[in-house]
């Protein structure tokens, strides 16, 4: 079991990355080259998971003895891994949404989650593009839930499994088969919500299943078009300033000189020029 886990743990990290820039390479949704601005830090932003496994595991070793006193915890444990791995997929779902929501409504969470929104490229190696304290406010949330409801072992493994494709591929510059947007949240689907198109503001907001915004109206999946402007080309590239930053603007809004955010994100949207969408040659299917 420990050899699998293990097997499963490097495919996981490096693997699915493989595939997923092959990927781009075979059905590209736009022109674009596999290496791009930032993506030796975009490397760094993918491989630095034992801070964000530090302060993740610090919040769930603090609080779950008292999640454990409530009710119904670890009603999970009995139940089949099947049936576990539904109840993630909902427990993933509803909280990266309400997370994700808030990150693009307040200013402060903003500025953290304004480094994964930088990348004026939209690719697969910048799936990993966060903010520490952004990337831990999105896990924190599903770990706790998780933890209380008693989640089995084998269920978490076979999620982060799935995740790890998942989010690398939503991020990808790859055309996918149209349906599937109706189910997951596909690289057409997710990349309306990384443009800067006016149209696709505040949409799009799931993680892999598309679910909660077809629920909540947030949903934008217009046919025969992908959007093609993305991120702030200016916004700094280098990690490490990345994780400064933001606290640096913040400081800077607290003494009333707020950062001021990019047109695409803070002018009204009848003040702001539409960018030319690209027609898709062949309507996508």
């Known amino acids: 079991m420990q050899d699998w886990v293990w097997y499963l743990d490097k495919w996981n990290m490096f693997g699915w ?4 820039i092959v990927l781009e390479r075979l059905f590209p949704a736009r022109p674009g080259k596999m290496l791009n601005r930032g993506w030796g830090y975009d490397l760094i932003h993918m491989y630095d998971p034992w801070i964000r496994s530090f302060i993740i595991g610090a919040a769930a070793l603090l609080l ?3 999640l454990k006193a409530l009710p119904f915890a670890g009603v999970m444990a009995s139940k089949s891994i099947w049936f576990n791995f539904l109840v993630l997929i909902v427990v993933s779902e509803s909280t990266f949404y309400a997370v994700h929501r808030a990150t693009h409504k307040y200013p402060l969470l903003w500025e953290f989650h304004r480094v994964h929104h930088s990348s004026s490229t ?7 593009r966060f903010h520490v304290l952004d990337a831990c406010l999105f896990a924190i ?4 839930v998780a933890a ?3 989640v089995r072992g084998e269920a978490l493994m076979a999620m982060s499994v799935f995740q790890g494709f998942s989010d690398r591929y939503v991020h990808g510059n790859i055309k996918p088969p149209r349906f599937t947007g109706y189910i997951f949240s596909n690289p057409t689907f997710h990349s309306w919500h990384h443009s800067n198109h006016p149209e696709a503001r505040n949409k ?3 993680r892999d299943f598309s679910f909660m915004d077809w629920l909540f109206g947030t949903a934008y ?3 025969g078009k992908i959007p093609t402007v993305f991120g702030e080309p200016s916004y700094p590239v280098n990690y490490f300033v990345q994780q400064g930053l933001p606290f640096y603007n913040i400081y800077k809004r607290f003494k009333g000189k707020p950062k001021a955010a990019p047109k695409h994100l803070s002018a009204p949207v009848s003040a702001r020029a ?10 996508e299917r």
Do not use: D, K, R, W
Request: a negative charge.
């Open 64 to 66: 779950t003895p008292y």
């Open 204 to 206: 799009n907001f799931s």
């Open 148 to 150: 209380y409801l008693g």
């Open 122 to 128: 939209y690719y697969s190696l910048m799936t990993s």
């Open 221 to 223: 999946y217009p046919e």
């Open 141 to 144: 949330p599903y770990v706790l």
């Open 274 to 283: 539409t960018p030319e969408l690209i027609q898709s040659p062949v309507a």
């Open 17 to 20: 990355l493989v595939l997923v």
